[in-house]
């Protein structure tokens, strides 16, 4: 046993604790949780990225599980506690990600077909018909999209032999991530419970928004057995207790989909609170309230979270393609920049963009435009523009590209955002988050605690087994580390926001439609 004052704070060995999974797109993790919502111990485990055509990609669901329990036993080992500490386990995911495995053996029927993986595209424009993108729009809030999970199971169900007749006798068992870990912590061919929730059922676009339940006529269209599906549950309840392993007995509390947890750990609430993820791409998500709201900007309706048997809460999403990957290219492609922290210097070291916009519709335009014709332009240039200015213009990207999805929200919703909570790795970058509430109009806020996802996780766990009694408590335990505000004139920003979105109009039309 390590002295347990080694690891920072000095509560450890003491607890309570709860631990909340992680299961990523590239990794798995655990994080440990004390009452004050702050990290206790952490750890990582990297998993293979299998690319078996253009387009495709797959994860093996075994390794995966096998690095979830890795990934448990070495943050219990790393905050020197053992299983009686900890109160309750959550579960956080990559969303989408879609597995079929047997009931009776526990055995995946194929590698799981990852959210990014378009090879259902055929598929979902056959399933259009005459009516195209918005055919189960209106229960789902989802566009048909290679990125949902209902096409991804119909693709299995129609290209692995002999498998349609094995679910449609109930031997199969579908999940996304969430469902595929609590079904194996809980006793997997021993009686693991095959739920899934509200947040991670709402991106399969096979859930009813409205009833909460699976969709017959969507399951008859798509010719999906409804045997196969596991049981919705809310975000928040003990869905049943760890069996055997290192977690033994302990109870399984929470599940949402990784951006959701976002939400969550971050206390967005209140209707209008939003929070956006700056990564590789950027997930915008703001709490509408107890109604679903139907987009017409280019925004996906989902389930923001469920709290035991409260009613749902619902939110609007938009994603930006490129964010995060816009600087990687300036550094790697363009050699601009040695480090992604460079460009904030050499953005700082002029006063504007020099009149220079940047769109990075490198694979297209998302939210609110999607429009896949779109290739990324440089407008505005001139003699005087420098590589400087071009960072600026990098930077400001990010923040016209947020202003953007704010704007349909608020079209949307008829909620004007309240404030903008920020979260993931470039929230490091001090320029950007000032450009981000000039543009905005609105105060901008990072949290102390910057793995808002697990946080998520711990916190909806929590609430399930009275660890944390209410979500006051959660809000009071929420830390901010640092706020900007506005400091930029009206008549400058419209200014500045017309010359931006004439610089989107530019990038769209790029690529001729090829039949």
């Known amino acids: 046993m390590t002295d ?169 068992l579908f999940g996304t991530m969430d469902s595929w870990v609590i079904w194996n912590l809980t006793g997997g061919t021993e009686g693991g419970v095959h739920v899934t929730d509200v947040t991670n059922a709402s991106r399969t676009m096979l859930m009813n928004l409205y009833t909460m339940k699976w969709d017959d006529k969507i399951l008859a269209s798509m010719e999906i057995p409804a045997a196969v599906l596991p049981e919705i549950r809310s975000s928040s309840e003990v869905y049943g207790l760890a069996k055997g392993g290192i977690l033994d007995g302990i109870p399984v509390a929470s599940a949402l989909g990784d951006q959701q947890a976002a939400l969550f750990g971050q206390t967005c609430f209140a209707e209008g609170e939003a929070k956006s993820t700056y990564g590789t791409g950027t997930f915008m998500l703001m709490n509408t309230g107890e109604t679903p709201v139907n987009s017409y900007n280019g925004l996906l309706t989902t389930v923001g979270y469920r709290i035991g048997d409260q009613k749902a809460v619902y939110a609007l999403e938009g994603s930006i393609a490129v964010t995060g990957s816009l600087v990687q290219w300036m550094r790697d492609q363009m050699g601009l920049i040695n480090s992604a922290a460079e460009i904030e210097t050499l953005a700082l070291s002029v006063e504007d963009n020099g009149g220079a916009y940047f769109v990075p519709a490198f694979s297209g335009l998302f939210a609110p435009y999607w429009r896949s014709d779109a290739r990324g332009v440089i407008a505005g240039l001139t003699r005087y523009v420098t590589k400087a200015h071009i960072a600026r213009a990098v930077l400001e990207a990010t923040a016209w590209q947020t202003r953007e999805i704010t704007d349909a929200m608020t079209k949307d919703s008829g909620v004007e955002l309240t404030a903008l909570k920020v979260d993931g790795g470039m929230t490091s970058n001090n320029l950007l988050m000032q450009t981000l509430s000039d543009f905005l109009d609105a105060p901008v806020v990072r949290p102390m605690v910057a793995e808002t996802t697990c946080l998520g996780a711990a916190y909806a766990a929590g609430l399930a087994v009275g660890f944390w009694p209410d979500t006051d408590a959660l809000r009071a335990n929420w830390r901010r580390a640092a706020e900007w505000t506005p400091r930029m004139d009206a008549e400058q920003r419209e200014r500045e926001y017309k010359n931006w979105l004439k610089a989107v109009e530019r990038s769209m039309g790029w690529l001729e439609e090829e039949e």
């Open 4 to 172: 347990p004052h080694t690891t920072g704070t000095s509560s450890h060995g003491h607890g309570p604790f709860i631990a909340a999974i992680d299961q990523g797109t590239t990794s798995s993790r655990c994080i440990v949780f004390d009452k004050d919502g702050r990290i206790v111990s952490v750890h990582q485990k990297e998993h293979e990225q299998i690319f078996p055509k253009p387009g495709w990609v797959e994860h093996n669901a075994v390794e995966i599980w096998t690095n979830v329990q890795e990934v448990v036993a070495g943050a219990l080992d790393k905050a020197g506690i053992t299983s009686a500490d900890v109160k309750a386990i959550g579960i956080t995911n990559q969303r989408e990600t879609t597995l079929l495995w047997d009931k009776k053996t526990g055995e995946p029927v194929h590698n799981a077909i990852v959210w990014q993986d378009t090879r259902t595209d055929a598929l979902c424009k056959e399933l259009g018909r005459n009516v195209g993108q918005d055919r189960f729009r209106r229960e789902t809030g989802l566009p048909l999209a290679s990125y949902f999970s209902g096409p991804k199971v119909r693709w299995l169900l129609d290209n692995v032999e002999g498998l349609r007749e094995r679910a449609e006798r109930g031997e199969i």
